[in-house]
């Protein structure tokens, strides 16, 4: 693994996304995942957060994945952590920069609910409503709030609501998202402030 430097929006603390995590042949683990905020590089420290665990460990190595045709946008990429185990790590945790970021459950978005025409299912969501959070490699389960005097939020049109999720996550400012109700996806939004 080359000893790269990834970054993205590189003035923030560093936080990337797990998507996949596996067992490489020297020992450690190798995460995969999308670079989300800051930069890392071979011998910074980093913290696993997420999933009711926060362990830090140290980079050993990044290495820029490759899309399919070639190309590199610098936000893709792989990260060797020598002293912790693949099984100790999961997908829908976070790799960040010590102390930086902590999981939590409660923010404010924007949604737009789908149509049936747009792939949606033709679902109201309603105070009280609740749907499996699709958030980067996790589904969470929670509940939402509209804002006082709306009563529902209909296909084909935007609401902003606060979410409380069932368990905590590093939520951040933009971070998107979607509303999964049995089969199919019903909402997609973004986070627009962590309360809680």
């Known amino acids: 693994m080359s000893e790269e430097t990834a970054e993205a929006a590189a003035d923030e603390p560093f936080l990337m996304s797990v998507v996949d995590v596996h067992s490489p042949s020297g020992g450690g683990s190798v995460v995969r995942g999308r670079i989300e905020l800051g930069s890392v590089k071979a011998g910074d420290e980093v913290e696993i957060v997420g999933g009711g665990k926060s ?22 990429v792989a990260v060797l952590l020598r002293d912790v185990a693949a099984k100790d790590i999961e997908p829908g945790q ?4 010590p102390g930086s970021f902590t999981a939590r459950t409660t923010f404010k978005a924007n949604v737009y609910v789908l149509s049936a025409d747009e792939g949606g299912r033709d679902v109201s969501i309603t105070t009280g409503y609740r749907p499996k959070f699709v958030i980067r490699e996790d589904i969470i389960d929670g509940s939402i709030k509209l804002p006082d005097g709306i009563e529902r939020a209909t296909p084909g049109e935007s609401t902003d609501l606060t979410a409380t999720l069932d368990r905590g996550i590093v939520l951040v400012k933009g971070l998107r998202f979607s509303f999964q109700h049995g089969p199919g996806i019903v909402a997609n939004g973004a986070v627009t402030e962590v309360i809680s």
């Not at 460990?57 to 070639?70: L, M």
């Not at 976070?94 to 920069?97: F, G, M, Q, S």
């Open 55 to 76: 362990l830090v460990a140290k980079c050993a190595g990044v290495e820029v994945d490759r899309t399919a045709n070639g190309e590199q946008d610098g936000k893709a």
């Open 94 to 97: 976070v790799l960040a920069k």
